[in-house]
């Protein structure tokens, strides 16, 4: 009985494989047209999709980067905020330690019952950890965990710096780079393309990286040296928060700005006047922080995945507010083609109409 129990349970679970193939191909069959579609009617919105392939850590060979990336440290931040996200930070950790068995990796996050849970793995792979201290959430309408990823994402930076690592790539822990080569690609690309001051730029990802939102870079994962990076998320209060946020409203009134309420422009912005760049003027300052100080790089080249997304989809589009009064057909996610374009060329001016996203 047993014996016919488990071959009918075989069946259903190769049946189902079946169907969920050919599902996808259906999918991918119809978002390609559908991208056609919206070509046509002459909109520049792309229906990303994503081909992958689960990968096997037998398939995982060791990359010799001893020498590339011996300056460099792995931070993984946040909060873990129940079994799936641990689960999938625990492959995330075991995929880069298979890949890179020497570099530096840190965990910073917070002490509860999923880091305790955690920590034999950490033992396991030797990746380090730092204890965040919870700063408090943020009423609407800004990021309500906006603090409190800076200040994990802070003492993991701060980590890296103390341990005399001069770079650090800066990964929210729901997310992975798993693209072998990834982080000896960031690095070469670096070298390629220095700021204004002839050091390393922020290097943020295409996903969720906005063309038309004033100094739309994602934060979900960057890259850069820790000093830049101290001062991109240096540690603030929630009462320092509003302090700084009130004055950056009265400054700076365009529209443009949302009030500075989408956390990656206030991030962003808060950056940029550190470095001396004027807000006054959206246009401008954008202009001046893709061109001097930052850089984009598709998120495709990195294997970049957020658990959240449905594994077909290249991207989050569906984040988008499409039906809303300020949906423009235009707008989409900025690539590195796009930032070669606009911030490195001749021109002076950014032909980018910005808007409060």
Not at 40 to 45: A, N, P, S, T, V
Not at 177 to 191: D, G
Not at 242 to 260: A, G, I
Not at 331 to 351: A, C, M, T, V
Request: hydrophobic fraction near 40%; charged fraction near 20%.
């Amino acid at each position: 009985m047993s014996v016919k129990f488990e071959n009918l349970g075989y069946q259903l679970r190769k049946t189902h494989v079946w169907i969920m193939k050919i599902q996808e191909k259906l999918f991918i069959f119809g978002a390609l047209k559908l991208s056609s579609w919206l070509k046509r009617k002459d909109f520049e919105l792309l229906l990303g999709v994503r081909y992958s392939k689960e990968k096997k850590l037998n398939e995982l060979s060791p990359i010799d980067s001893s020498i590339m990336l011996n300056d460099w440290g792995i931070v993984f931040h946040g909060k873990i905020y129940d079994s799936e996200c641990l689960k999938f930070l625990s492959q995330s950790l075991v995929e880069l330690r298979q890949l890179h068995p020497k570099l530096r990796i840190c965990v910073s996050t917070y002490d509860d019952d999923y880091l305790r849970e955690l920590i034999p793995l950490l033992k396991e792979l030797s990746v380090e950890k730092v204890v965040c201290h919870d700063v408090g959430k943020l009423p609407s309408p800004f990021g309500s965990s906006l603090c409190q990823q800076i200040n994990s994402a802070y003492t993991g930076i701060l980590w890296a710096h103390e341990e005399n690592l001069h770079k650090v790539a800066k990964i929210r822990l729901d997310q992975r780079i798993s693209e072998p080569m990834a982080m000896n690609f960031i690095h070469m690309i670096a070298e390629k393309f220095v700021s204004a001051n002839g050091q390393m730029r922020v290097i943020g990802t295409s996903y969720n990286s906005y063309l038309e939102r004033p100094l739309g870079v994602s934060d979900m994962i960057m890259f850069g040296t820790t000093i830049e990076m101290l001062l991109y998320w240096k540690k603030i209060t929630v009462e320092e928060f509003f302090v700084f946020t009130e004055e950056l409203q009265t400054l700076y009134e365009s529209y443009v700005w949302n009030d500075f309420t989408v956390p990656e422009v206030w991030l962003a912005a808060r950056y940029a006047r550190a470095k001396g760049i004027d807000l006054s003027d959206p246009y401008n300052a954008n202009h001046r922080f893709w061109s001097e100080f930052a850089m984009i790089v598709d998120s495709m080249s990195l294997g970049q995945t957020w658990f959240k997304t449905h594994p077909w989809f290249e991207s989050n589009y569906f984040s988008i507010p499409w039906l809303s009064p300020v949906f423009r057909k235009t707008y989409r996610e900025i690539h590195f083609n796009d930032w070669l374009g606009l911030y490195q060329g001749n021109s002076s001016k950014n032909p980018v109409q910005l808007g409060p996203y």
